[in-house]
């Protein structure tokens, strides 16, 4: 279940085209209800780098990978 709701957030953040900055900050939004820290952004903006260079592109999959690794944060398994 968890698997297949991240790739539907990562089709959607890629299918909508966004800046990188803006597409994280909305998935890291969408999943832990806050906005990301200066700090948060620029740890997940390195994440995407190097799920892009694993994946060979900056596609849907990269997106569904970042959506898991904030599912799994504390951030939202701590939700106040």
């Known amino acids: 279940f968890v698997i297949s709701q991240c790739k539907m ?3 959607n953040v890629f299918q909508a085209q966004k800046q990188k900055s803006e597409s994280i900050g909305n998935l890291f ?3 832990t209800g806050k906005v990301p820290s200066q700090a948060d952004q620029e740890k997940l ?3 995407l ?4 260079k694993a994946h060979g592109s900056l596609s ?3 997106w569904a990978d ?3 690794v ?6 939202f398994l701590f939700l106040n």
């Open 9 to 11: 957030m990562g089709k």
């Open 60 to 62: 849907d999959e990269v």
């Open 70 to 75: 904030l599912i799994n944060s504390k951030g």
């Open 66 to 68: 970042l959506a898991h």
């Open 29 to 31: 939004e969408m999943i």
């Open 45 to 47: 903006l390195a994440f």
């Open 49 to 52: 780098q190097t799920q892009t």
